[in-house]
């Protein structure tokens, strides 16, 4: 089976544009989370969507946001870029009622 | 005080060692432990989960649970060259689908031929 996929890898942006990234689950996975990861740090909870509702939401500003679709994939969107919103994001999925959350490759964001 | 902390390093050994990598935690609400393995520029790759308190043992790599303590590693026997990563763990107090995960900074670790 396919593993968490997300698109693009990498992406640069200045500072005040939009960026939209895209993340889609292992097959059967109808959950999503979003992570945040500064280079040297561990990762940071953004969101969480189960089955297409949003359950959880880290301390992030108001310029995040996410969805998840029908078929389960979903988009992280984040507004008015700021240089200290470079880093790698990435998406995990997981079965529902399982325990363990599984990583994709993620995006690396460079905001100039 | 951090939720988790854990060592960055890096720390380096020979090839063959046992590595011994550690997290200590505040939250005593916290009962689902996981490390993950992150090489350079890839996403985090789960190694072992463990629920609650005790050992489980998969191959070559040993995790330990010590709630009573706050403080969980992972044992890596007979280390090689491919086991030199960043080593993640992570802990929730609600499992992992069903609540966020909480992650240490990780430690980086080179093993050498």
């Known amino acids: 089976d396919a593993g968490v996929t997300q698109s693009p890898t990498h992406l640069i942006k200045t500072r005040g544009q939009h960026v939209t990234l895209r993340c889609s689950p292992i097959?059967?996975?109808?959950?999503v989370s979003w992570y945040q990861q500064v280079l040297g740090q561990g990762p940071q909870f953004i969101f969480q969507?189960?089955?297409?509702?949003?359950?959880g939401r880290g301390n992030f500003p108001d310029r995040f946001s996410a969805r998840q679709f029908p078929n389960y994939s979903s988009e992280l969107n984040v507004n008015a870029l700021l240089l200290g919103d470079s880093a790698l994001y990435l998406c995990?999925?997981?079965?529902?009622?399982?325990?363990?959350?599984?990583f994709g490759p993620g995006t690396r964001l460079t905001v100039l | 005080q951090k939720e988790v902390e854990q060592d960055p390093g890096p720390l380096s050994v020979p090839e063959g060692a046992i590595v011994s990598l550690n997290c200590t935690y505040s939250?005593?609400?916290?009962?689902?432990f996981m490390w993950y393995r992150q090489y350079s520029r890839k996403g985090p790759e789960l190694l072992m989960y463990?629920?609650?308190?005790g050992n489980k043992e998969d191959g070559r790599f040993t995790a330990q649970v010590d709630k009573s303590s706050k403080y969980i590693s992972l044992f890596i026997r007979d280390s090689q060259p491919s086991d030199s990563a960043t080593y993640l763990c992570?802990?929730?107090?609600?499992?992992?689908?069903?609540?966020?995960?909480?992650f240490g900074k990780g430690t980086k670790l080179s093993v050498k031929p």
């Open positions: 463990t629920y609650s308190s």
């Open positions: 992570a802990m929730s107090a609600e499992g992992g689908s069903q609540g966020n995960l909480i």
């Open positions: 969507y189960y089955e297409k509702e949003e359950r």
């Open positions: 097959s059967g996975h109808k959950s």
């Open positions: 995990a999925s997981y079965r529902t009622g399982a325990d363990t959350q599984y």
């Open positions: 939250n005593s609400a916290f009962q689902y």
